[in-house]
């Protein structure tokens, strides 16, 4: 035995207070940055939803618009015409509508018309109106050649 000095054991069995403090600290900046990445997944996720269905139904009524006008294009007696009024514009072209082994006999017109105050695509053919597209800010119709 040492004269003077009285050895002591400490028991380290529990952990001090800066250990309990550093533990504190590192899980609260990890919580932090879960808490970061959820929201921030959520605002992505939201967003996509929400313009998921925009896209469709831009695309079904740009496709409607575009499977009249091919039908429309082969030996089309008048070409397009596009009118533009106060409200928005008007595309009218004719489309078959009778057709023989000859050729064919008949056509029908077909407008596509753009509302801006309401913001709606309507197509108006043998007087029925019908809303092909809600929603649509914007549309301009321009002919080439």
């Given at each position: 035995?040492?004269r003077?000095?009285?050895?002591?054991?400490?028991n380290?069995?529990?952990i001090?207070l800066?250990?309990?403090m550093?533990?504190?600290?590192?899980m609260?900046?990890?919580?932090?940055f879960l808490?970061?990445?959820?929201?921030i997944?959520?605002?992505?996720?939201l967003i996509?939803?929400?313009?998921?269905?925009?896209?469709?139904?831009?695309?079904k009524?740009?496709e409607?618009?575009?499977?009249?006008?091919?039908?429309?294009?082969?030996?089309?007696?008048?070409?397009p015409?596009?009118t533009?009024?106060?409200?928005?514009?008007t595309?009218?072209?004719?489309?078959?509508d009778q057709?023989?082994?000859?050729?064919v006999?008949?056509?029908?017109?077909?407008?596509?018309?753009h509302?801006?105050?309401?913001?709606?695509v309507?197509?108006?053919?043998?007087g029925?109106?019908?809303?092909?597209?809600?929603?649509?800010?914007?549309?301009?119709?321009?002919?080439?050649?």
């Amino acid at each position: 035995m040492i004269r003077g000095n009285v050895i002591r054991q400490r028991n380290h069995a529990g952990i001090s207070l800066v250990e309990l403090m550093v533990a504190v600290v590192l899980m609260s900046a990890f919580s932090i940055f879960l808490v970061t990445l959820v929201v921030i997944t959520n605002k992505a996720m939201l967003i996509e939803n929400t313009g998921a269905p925009v896209r469709t139904e831009a695309k079904k009524t740009l496709e409607a618009m575009f499977k009249e006008l091919r039908e429309g294009k082969a030996s089309n007696p008048n070409s397009p015409s596009i009118t533009q009024t106060s409200s928005g514009q008007t595309l009218t072209f004719n489309v078959p509508d009778q057709v023989s082994k000859s050729g064919v006999q008949s056509w029908r017109q077909v407008q596509f018309v753009h509302d801006a105050t309401a913001k709606e695509v309507t197509r108006v053919s043998g007087g029925r109106s019908d809303v092909i597209g809600r929603n649509v800010t914007s549309l301009q119709f321009s002919q080439s050649g």
